[in-house]
């Protein structure tokens, strides 16, 4: 196997790699394995959409068995590395069918590349708004790679739903990857929507809010525990003493 890698990775050197276009029509693990490998440098980006196909069809897993795993991987690295728009169409598709299958839907996540943004915020939007994803943390930091301008609206009329469209777990989601995201602008909402974590949460929450210009933060926090809403005061009171502000703890 390696031996044969080797010589087809000199080969791909001299950009010779049409033996790549015989992946249509192989089901041969170890050929497929290579394919996958030496697309992640070279070779014609089609033959990337080629591999996408074979790889993510139910069929070709029966078929394969043994080492499936680790040519997914390998697949999903290099649609990762050098996929067209096209092959990261495919891999939102296989990210969407692959929810509930934990091994592979934790290796997909951290594998979506930034470029891939137009596919891949709606869907993670719709995997947010799913009461029952059970990989929470590992979705914020997803959301966290790409840029918030492409999805900060959209996680605001979360927190601001009030006709029940949203369930608490899922506004409390939204406050957790607006609050990691640590923008200036966001710092009313955040305060405002504290009351979204349990006593224990806001607690450590705090060392969100200390990442905020000072003077801004301790604006802000004044003029809502002069607000009437005894939610928003109580839980500002419970996160401030683990701010370490003294304006706040003396």
Excluded: W
């Amino acid at each position: 196997f390696e031996r044969r890698k080797k010589l087809l990775l000199h080969a791909c050197e001299v950009n010779c790699s049409l033996f790549l276009s015989g992946l249509k029509g192989t089901d041969n693990p170890a050929s497929i394995m290579i394919a996958a490998e030496l697309l992640k440098q070279y070779g014609s980006r089609h033959y990337i959409d080629i591999l996408a196909d074979k790889v993510f069809n139910p069929d070709f897993r029966e078929r394969v068995h043994e080492h499936y795993f680790e040519i997914y991987e390998e697949t999903v690295e290099c649609i990762s590395l050098r996929g067209s728009d096209i092959a990261l169409e495919k891999l939102n598709a296989e990210m969407l069918r692959r929810i509930t299958d934990e091994s592979y839907f934790t290796l997909i996540l951290p594998n979506l590349p930034v470029r891939g943004e137009f596919f891949f915020i709606p869907s993670l939007l719709k995997i947010l708004k799913d009461d029952n994803f059970s990989q929470p943390a590992l979705l914020r930091e997803t959301f966290e790679r790409f840029p918030a301008s492409q999805f900060i609206e959209e996680l605001m009329e979360i927190l601001k739903d009030t006709d029940g469209r949203f369930s608490p777990s899922v506004k409390k989601e939204a406050f957790r990857i607006i609050g990691e995201l640590k923008m200036p602008c966001c710092l009313q909402i955040i305060l405002e929507n504290l009351k979204l974590l349990e006593n224990n949460e806001q607690k450590e929450f705090a060392y969100i809010l200390k990442s905020f210009d000072e003077k801004a933060f301790i604006d802000r926090t004044s003029g809502l525990l002069k607000t009437c809403d005894s939610e928003v005061k109580a839980s500002i009171i419970s996160a401030l003493p683990a701010t370490g502000l003294k304006q706040f703890t003396n």
